[in-house]
Nanobody, 125 residues
Framework: QVALVESGGGMVQEGGSLILSCEASEVSSAIEVMAWFRQTPGKEREFVAGVRKTGIGRYYSDSLKGRFIISIDYHGRMLYLQMHSVIPADTAMYYC??????????????????WGHGAQVTVSS
């Protein structure tokens, strides 16, 4: 079981930037994809961005309009999410996730077997 731990959450002003990090407890050869999801109270957990463990192949939610950048380190143990030009609607709990499947839709929560406990991001206007 791979443990995922998010960090870097907090409060940020509208228009500002924030970087989230996710550390995996081990480098698992079984992991093919890592991703970020986010969730607000009363809503479904939604896909934000995903990347293959090689760093080649990234996929983003259309609603982000290029404001977020996902990246992964060479060893596939650290995942990052750069958040730029943040808006109040970005306020959410952000979750790191990992999947062992190579072929997936990216957006479906059920495709990811491993999850972190989340990091809260709050954007003030």
């Amino acid at each position: 079981q791979v443990a995922l731990v998010e960090s870097g959450g907090g409060m940020v002003q509208e228009g500002g930037s924030l970087i989230l990090s996710c550390e995996a407890s081990e480098v698992s050869s079984a992991i093919e994809v890592m991703a970020w999801f986010r969730q607000t109270p009363g809503k479904e957990r939604e896909f934000v961005a995903g990347v293959r463990k090689t760093g080649i192949g990234r996929y983003y939610s259309d609603s982000l309009k290029g404001r977020f950048i996902i990246s992964i380190d060479y060893h596939g143990r650290m995942l990052y999410l750069q958040m730029h030009s943040v808006i109040p609607a970005d306020t959410a709990m952000y979750y790191c996730a990992a999947a062992t499947r190579y072929a997936l839709t990216w957006r479906s929560r059920g495709e990811y077997e491993h999850w972190g406990h989340g990091a809260q991001v709050t954007v003030s206007s």
